[in-house]
């Protein structure tokens, strides 16, 4: 077995880790909090209470996606929690609508480092050594300590179904990770990362979700997307794609039976007409195949779907891979 094969094994049936230190992380304090971010997001967060979590699309006014989010409720903030280096563009994009409600946006991506740990024994290895209530959602927030270490234990199923995002001051991080090393966990690279959530479906924004999508375009409607929470910024374009029905082109898993992995911006043309167009890409070792994420026209989006093509067949397949 390769090492980038162990190490995705290691994230979803071990314990694997890595120091994802760098992601952006926006802190919203002050008691408008839920509502100005309920006004500017797909989800509704006014029904988070402190542990919650979720995630949504940031919209703007068009209705087009400004960003991807996770997003963490604690008692006295709530937590935006993104792909490296978008707070110079999320934080003035909320500010700008933000007129005399009591709400600070405050940057913590270069104070807080952030330590993935995924794995189907990672539970166990916490209830050991985390002294706090371990979240049971599919996305929450926890604070506690790990050894003398304050930390907030953030789940999101982004590498596996068992995954968190253990959050402490960017000085502690190293201690965190030789803690991890001593038990028995593996470090993995950021490609064996980039392989697993393409393997769970997980989209990152920036490379696949961009502000030229429409936020039904990326098929997570039920986990990112209200459709009764009531008026937000873009709400309307939604809302009208909603009653259509359907969108023009949705983000699903391609299957390939060739050997090649199709680097990402490759386009499939079928009879003169762009079919699909990928935006991640990987060789899957749990399929033992070319694995990507892509945009596939309505029509050709439908689980079992195999568009042919130069590159081999593509299949379109269920993610994530469970």
């Known amino acids: 077995m390769s090492d980038l094969a162990s190490q995705c094994q290691a994230l979803r049936d071990g314990i694997g880790y890595c120091d994802l230190s760098g992601r952006t992380q926006i802190e919203m304090v002050g008691k408008d909090r839920a509502k100005v971010l309920h006004g500017l997001c797909t989800n509704d967060i006014k ?6 979590g979720c995630e949504a699309f940031l919209t703007n006014i068009q209705g087009k996606t400004s960003g991807y989010v996770n997003v963490f409720c604690q008692e006295a903030s709530l937590i935006v929690d993104t792909s490296p280096g978008l707070a110079a563009e999320i934080i003035p994009a909320l500010d700008r609508y933000i007129i005399r409600e009591d709400v600070k946006l405050v940057d913590r991506t270069n104070e807080w480092g952030e330590v ?3 794995g189907s024994q990672t539970i166990g290895l916490l209830e050991s050594h985390f002294m706090g209530s371990i979240p049971v959602g599919r996305i929450g927030i926890a604070t506690g300590t790990i050894g003398d270490i304050q ?3 953030r789940r999101l199923p982004y590498t596996s179904p068992e995954c968190f995002l253990i959050c402490c001051e960017l000085s502690q ?3 965190l990770m ?7 966990g593996v470090e993995c690279s950021d490609a064996a ?8 479906g997980v989209p990152i924004y920036g490379q ?10 990326i098929a997570r409607d039920r986990l990112a997307i209200s459709f009764t929470k009531g008026c937000y910024l873009g709400q309307e374009t939604v809302a009208r794609i909603d009653a259509l029905g359907h969108v023009n082109r949705r983000l699903v898993g391609l299957k390939f039976t060739g050997e090649s992995v199709p680097p990402p911006g490759t386009t499939i043309v079928v009879d003169t007409k762009q079919v699909a167009r990928l935006t991640s890409s990987c060789l899957s070792p749990r399929l033992n195949a070319p694995l990507a994420l892509a945009f596939v026209r309505r029509g050709s989006d439908k689980q079992g779907t195999v568009i042919r093509s130069e590159l081999g067949d593509a299949e379109v397949i269920d993610l994530p891979l469970l």
């Open 208 to 217: 696949d979700v961009t502000v030229d999508n429409l936020p039904q375009e």
């Open 178 to 184: 030789a803690w991890l090393q001593r038990s028995d």
């Open 173 to 175: 991080v190293a201690t």
């Open 151 to 153: 930390v907030q234990l």
């Open 47 to 52: 029904r988070l209470v402190p542990g919650d």
């Open 116 to 118: 993935l740990v995924s």
């Open 193 to 200: 990362i980039d392989v697993a959530r393409i393997e769970m």
